[in-house]
């Protein structure tokens, strides 16, 4: 490893809503070593540089999905990113691509928030059970069916990486969707009927058009794109096996 | 009243922004060729209708450089579109289990990929033998 600093020029997207009527870029620069991540790139314009820059952070170890950023254009993680892979070329840093820009790389994400509540993602039992009953049991196999969505960090990579969504943020987006089925394949969860709706609606799962880039940002392998594709198939058989199933004989 | 003010980018010329997108919109736009196939198959099952002395006028026009080229171009939008088709299908299927274990992503891809090569050679197989 190279433990001797040099020095990358870091280009970030500005954006002071009290007194920018654009965004605009900043050069920064800014001096590395091999270990240091985009994060520590940033605060370190923070720091020394540029106090007012905002952005956010929190875990530095992929795991809290706080600073899914676009870095050369590329939705990921700050701190999942190293400067030495971009260096000695510019580095290029803007807000997470599809979302408005509140300040600087801070996105609006009460959208996705609003979405993320009205999926109920949570598990909905058929009968609630006493404490004193103890815990669900459920086999490795039943675990198996949803482990990869439940993998999903809410970091938002692939609502930027999903140009549907940012053509019409309606569109629920394969963050939520994917945390649709994790609930709907999970043993002890019997809330599909509840969500459902959210996937057969206008704004559901066919506004996507399996563009797959969801699937190779996300930082978690959860591929989203996945459990969008599933439940066109799951609407559409809902759809048409109703016109052949006794009334009340769905889950 | 509130200071916030956020910004929203605008779209336009989105695809062009990322090599994943432009690739993209080119595979979905090989659809376009194989539309016109199928065009071309309905047209000929509709000259055959129309007799003898018309359909050996429609195989002289399909015989003509111009559309020998289109054909071609045809083939190859065809072989991307199949190619990319394939490529995107293990991300639109439930788990597969075989024996408890899950099919492989490019085991989905390179086993479709296999069946559209048997069935184009089946294909071939019997267009040989009927060739007068």
């Known amino acids: 490893m190279n433990t001797s600093e040099r ?54 170890m992929a795991i809290c999905g ?12 700050a701190c999942h990113t190293f400067l030495r892979d971009t260096y000695p070329n510019t580095l290029r840093v803007e807000a997470l691509a599809h979302f408005p820009i509140e300040r600087d790389l801070v996105i609006v994400m009460d959208d996705f928030m609003a979405k993320l509540e009205s999926i109920r993602p949570y598990i909905i039992a058929d ?12 086999t490795p196999a039943q675990l198996d069916l949803y482990e990869q969505f439940s993998s999903c960090i809410n970091c938002l990579l692939c609502y930027a990486a999903c140009p549907q ?7 629920i987006g394969p963050g939520a969707m994917a945390l649709v089925h994790r609930y709907n394949l999970d043993s002890r969860d019997s809330g599909s009927a509840q969500r459902m709706p959210l996937v ?27 459990a969008v594709n599933i439940n066109k198939t799951e609407s559409a058989k809902d759809y048409f096996l109703r016109f052949v199933t006794p009334k009340g004989a769905g889950k | 009243m509130s200071a916030r003010r956020p910004y929203v980018r605008p779209m336009t010329g989105w695809w062009r922004k990322n090599p994943f997108f432009i690739e993209y919109m080119v595979h979905e736009g090989t659809a376009f060729f194989v539309a016109a196939y199928a065009l071309i198959l309905l047209a000929s099952v509709v000259v055959l209708g ?64 296999a069946a559209a090569v048997i069935a184009s050679l089946i294909v071939f197989a019997i267009v040989a033998r009927l060739a007068p």
């Open chain 1, 7 to 60: 020095m990358i020029t870091m280009e970030v997207l500005r954006y002071r809503p009290e007194q920018d009527e654009t965004p605009f870029f900043q050069q920064f620069l800014v001096p590395f070593t091999d270990d240091m991540s985009v994060l520590q790139g940033l605060q370190y314009i923070k720091d020394e540089l540029e106090g007012s820059l905002s952005f956010r952070w929190s875990c530095r």
């Open chain 1, 66 to 77: 706080s600073c899914g950023m676009m870095i050369n254009g590329v939705p990921k993680l």
């Open chain 1, 127 to 138: 009968t609630p059970r006493a404490l004193s009953e103890g815990e669900y049991l459920q």
């Open chain 1, 165 to 171: 969504y940012g053509l019409n943020s309606k569109f």
């Open chain 1, 200 to 226: 057969h609606a206008e704004e559901g799962v066919f506004n996507c058009t399996a563009v797959g880039y969801c699937s190779q940002v996300c930082p978690k392998k959860v591929d989203p794109a996945n």
């Open chain 2, 50 to 113: 129309q007799g003898e002395a018309a359909w050996n006028r429609w195989l002289e026009f399909l015989m003509s450089p111009l559309c020998i080229i289109a054909h071609v171009v045809i083939l190859l939008a065809f072989l991307y579109h199949s190619w990319t088709w394939f490529n995107i299908m293990p991300r639109t299927l439930p788990p597969i289990l075989i024996n408890g274990t899950r099919v492989k992503a490019a085991t989905i891809t390179y086993g479709g990929l």
